[in-house]
C-alpha cells in the first residue's frame, strides 16, 4: 500500500494568514492526489483533486500544487470557516490511502 | 446536485454482520464512469478507504479487511450497499459514502466529490 504522510498534523494560524500543508507518498503517485476538509460536525468537503484542480465552489484561496514528491495545499488568506481538518488521498492505486491529517487551529 | 445519505444499524453486536445502504440521487449508477465509495473513521481517528463499486459492475475491495467486505448496488433504486462480516469492536466507526466519478485524461483519475453526512456504527455487547 501507498504511505501517505502529511505534515504538519497541527497549525495554528491567525486569520488572514497564509498556510501550506504538505502530503508527501512513500512512492511515486504521478499527480493523483486529492484534498479534503473535514469539519467537527463530520462534514466532508472536497476541495482539491489531481493535484491542483479545485472542486466546483471551492473559494480560489484555496490551491494545490506539487514540487517533486511534495504535495501541498495552500490556503492563501485564512478566513473564519476554513479552521478544520485537512487529509489527502491518493487515487493512483488501490487500496486508496489517506494522510493522518492536519489540524488547522486558530492561534 | 449530487447527495448521498447513509442509513445503517447504529448498534450491534461483536461477530455479526453490518449492513449499510447509500441512497443517492443526482446521478445513476448505470451511468458510464460513476461510482461510490466507502470511506470509514473511527472517532478521533483518520479517514481509511473500504470499497468502491462502479457504473459496469465492477468492485475494488481494501485488502486490509480480507474477505470481510461486500459491496453491491440496485441501480433502480439509486442505492449502494455495504456489507462487513464477522464485526469486532474495531469495527466502530462513522461510515461515508461518497459519489466517485472516473476520468480519463490520459491517464485514469477517479474523484469522490460528493460525500454523504456518514453513519454511526457502534459493535458492542
Known amino acids: 500500500d501507498i504511505q501517505m504522510t502529511q505534515s504538519p498534523s497541527s497549525l495554528p494560524a491567525s486569520l488572514g494568514e497564509r498556510v501550506t500543508i504538505i502530503c508527501r507518498a512513500s512512492q511515486g503517485i504521478s499527480n493523483n492526489l486529492n484534498w479534503y476538509q473535514q469539519k467537527p460536525d463530520g462534514t466532508i468537503k472536497p476541495l482539491i483533486y489531481?493535484?491542483?484542480n479545485l472542486q466546483s465552489g471551492v473559494p480560489s484561496s484555496f490551491s494545490g500544487s506539487r514540487s517533486g514528491t511534495d504535495y501541498s495545499l495552500t490556503i492563501s488568506s485564512l478566513e473564519p470557516e476554513d479552521f478544520a481538518m485537512y487529509y489527502c488521498?491518493?487515487?493512483?492505486?488501490?487500496?486508496?490511502?489517506f494522510g493522518g491529517g492536519t489540524k488547522l487551529e486558530l492561534k | 446536485q449530487v447527495t448521498l445519505k447513509e442509513s445503517g444499524p447504529g448498534i450491534l453486536q461483536p461477530s455479526h454482520t453490518l449492513s449499510l445502504t447509500c441512497s443517492f440521487s443526482g446521478f445513476s449508477l448505470s451511468t458510464y464512469g460513476m461510482g461510490v465509495s466507502w470511506i470509514r473513521q473511527p472517532s478521533g481517528k483518520g479517514l481509511e478507504w473500504l470499497a468502491s463499486i462502479w457504473w459496469n459492475g465492477n468492485t475494488y475491495n481494501n485488502p486490509s479487511l480480507k474477505s470481510r467486505l461486500t459491496v453491491s448496488k440496485d441501480t433502480s433504486n439509486n442505492q449502494a450497499f455495504l456489507k462487513v462480516t464477522s464485526v469486532d469492536t474495531a469495527d466502530t466507526a462513522t461510515y461515508y459514502c461518497a459519489h466517485t466519478r472516473l476520468y480519463n485524461i490520459g491517464t485514469t483519475v477517479y474523484v469522490m466529490d460528493a460525500w454523504g453526512q456518514g453513519a454511526s456504527v457502534t459493535v458492542s455487547s
Open positions: 489531481y493535484t491542483s
Open positions: 488521498q491518493q487515487d493512483a492505486s488501490f487500496p486508496w490511502t
